[in-house]
C-alpha cells in the first residue's frame, strides 16, 4: 500500500511538472453582458444588430460597440459592454464589487448556470429588459483546445491550481480553476478584474498550471 501511495505521488508530481512548462496566457474579464437577439432587439431596437468592436481571443466570440445600464437593488452600472454573438440566454456577468453596487448576491458559476440566480433590469437606448435571473460571478476557468488539454493531460470539467505573476510582489496561486475542454476554444485563462489586479496581470501574461 505504501509502495502504491509513493509511486502515485510521484507521478503526480511529474504531471505537475510537466504541466508547470506551458504557459496559459491570462484574458482579463471585465463586466459584460450576453443577449439573446429577442432581449438584444428590446433594448436596441428592432432593426439593430451587434456591431464589432473588437475579436476576442475566444474563436467566434467579439465584444460589441453596445454597451447597456444595468441596474440592481441599490445602484446602477453603466456602459456595461455586450459579448457577442446572441445566447439562448441572457446573462450579466460581474465582479463581487459590482454585485455589491447594485445590491445584489449572485452565485460563483459556470457560465450558461443560472438556477437560483439573481435577476437584474437591463436598459439601452430604445427600451429596458427585466430578467428573473441570470447574474452571475463567472467561476474562473481555463478555455482549452483538445490538442492543448492531450498535451497537458487535462479532462473537461477538472479543477486545476494556477500560478499568477510569478516572480512579482503580486505573485499568487488560484485554486479550483475550472477546465473546459472543446474544438470551438483557444487556449486561455479567464480571470475577472479584481481576480487579475490582485496578482497585477494584464491580458497576455502568462499563468502556470502547477
Avoid: W
Avoid at 452571475?136 to 491550481?161: T, Y
Amino acid at each position: 500500500m505504501e509502495e502504491k501511495l509513493v509511486k502515485e505521488i510521484v507521478e503526480d508530481l511529474k504531471l505537475r511538472a510537466e504541466r508547470s512548462k506551458t504557459p496559459v496566457p491570462v484574458g482579463i474579464s471585465n463586466r459584460h453582458v450576453h443577449f439573446t437577439k429577442e432581449d438584444f432587439k428590446a433594448v436596441f431596437g428592432a432593426g439593430a444588430d451587434p456591431i464589432l468592436f473588437r475579436q476576442l481571443r475566444q474563436p467566434g466570440f467579439f465584444a460589441c460597440n453596445e454597451t447597456v445600464s444595468v441596474e440592481g437593488p441599490k445602484g446602477t452600472l453603466k456602459n456595461v459592454r455586450m459579448i457577442g454573438p446572441y445566447r439562448p440566454y441572457t446573462q450579466v456577468e460581474v465582479s463581487l464589487g459590482d454585485a455589491r453596487v447594485l445590491g445584489v448576491d449572485p452565485p460563483i458559476r459556470d457560465s450558461g448556470k443560472l438556477e437560483n440566480s439573481p435577476g437584474i433590469k437591463i436598459t439601452g437606448p430604445k427600451g429596458s429588459v427585466h430578467i428573473k435571473k441570470g447574474v452571475i460571478l463567472s467561476k474562473r476557468h481555463i478555455h482549452f483546445h483538445p490538442s492543448d488539454a492531450e498535451l497537458m493531460k487535462i479532462r473537461n470539467g477538472a479543477e486545476v491550481r494556477v500560478r499568477c505573476g510569478s516572480g512579482t510582489e503580486r505573485e499568487t496561486v488560484y485554486e479550483r480553476v475550472l477546465c473546459r475542454v472543446s474544438d470551438k476554444f483557444a487556449l486561455e485563462l479567464h480571470l475577472d478584474v479584481e481576480e487579475a489586479n490582485a496578482a497585477g496581470l494584464k491580458n497576455g501574461a502568462p499563468a502556470y498550471i502547477v
